[in-house]
């Protein structure tokens, strides 16, 4: 039973609708950055009948402010980031979005735990996590992260978490197994 659940990267929902519908007294906040992919979010939120959800229009990051968003420039891309590198070799192309870490967004919130976090933002989670760090010692939330293979950022990820006493899965067809 999820109380509170972030998820950063939310796309169109896919994830916040399973927690919205498994926890409907829990409260899910999804944060998506992409104004067309944000208007399907709402909308799906809206067709589901969610009055549980609260839907951020932006990205989650290591501080507050404005940074540029690379994505393709029509439709709804399935690949987008604040990061230039990982985009490379898809597109150039970008917008400025706001940027809020979780930790003002928890503490402007007034909200008391977290207990769930949801993260997959295409080679940022590092930053997300930076951005969580009072959140992550106060709540030790659940984290369930995309970790891109061949990539520092598992490295980057275990840094950040290691401290906390984390333990680490791979979701495997066969379930999780501890890596």
């Known amino acids: 039973q999820s109380t509170i659940t972030i998820d950063v990267g939310a796309y169109v929902g ?4 399973m927690a919205a519908h498994a926890n409907p007294s829990g409260r899910v906040f999804p944060f998506e950055p992409l104004p067309p ?4 979010l709402t909308r799906n939120i809206a ?4 009055t549980n959800v609260e839907c951020i229009a932006g990205a ?12 393709l420039p029509e439709g709804l891309p399935t690949s987008s980031s604040l990061s230039a590198e990982f985009m490379s070799h898809v597109t150039s192309h970008h917008s400025r979005v706001l940027v809020k870490s979780l930790d003002n967004f ?16 295409e080679s940022t989670e590092p930053l997300v996590l930076a951005g969580a760090a009072s959140l992550l010692k106060r709540d030790r939330p659940h984290i369930v992260c995309e970790v891109l293979a061949g990539r ?3 490295r980057a990820i275990e840094t950040l978490l290691r401290p906390l006493e984390y333990n680490f899965y ?6 999780p197994v501890q890596k």
């Open 14 to 17: 896919y994830f916040t609708l």
């Open 37 to 40: 992919v944000f208007k399907r």
């Open 47 to 50: 067709m589901n009948g969610l």
């Open 60 to 71: 989650a990051g290591d501080r507050d402010g404005e940074a540029n968003f690379f994505h």
């Open 106 to 121: 928890v503490n402007e919130r007034g909200l008391p735990r977290v207990d769930l976090l949801k993260i997959d933002t």
């Open 152 to 154: 520092a950022d598992g």
């Open 170 to 175: 791979l979701l495997t067809p066969n379930g």
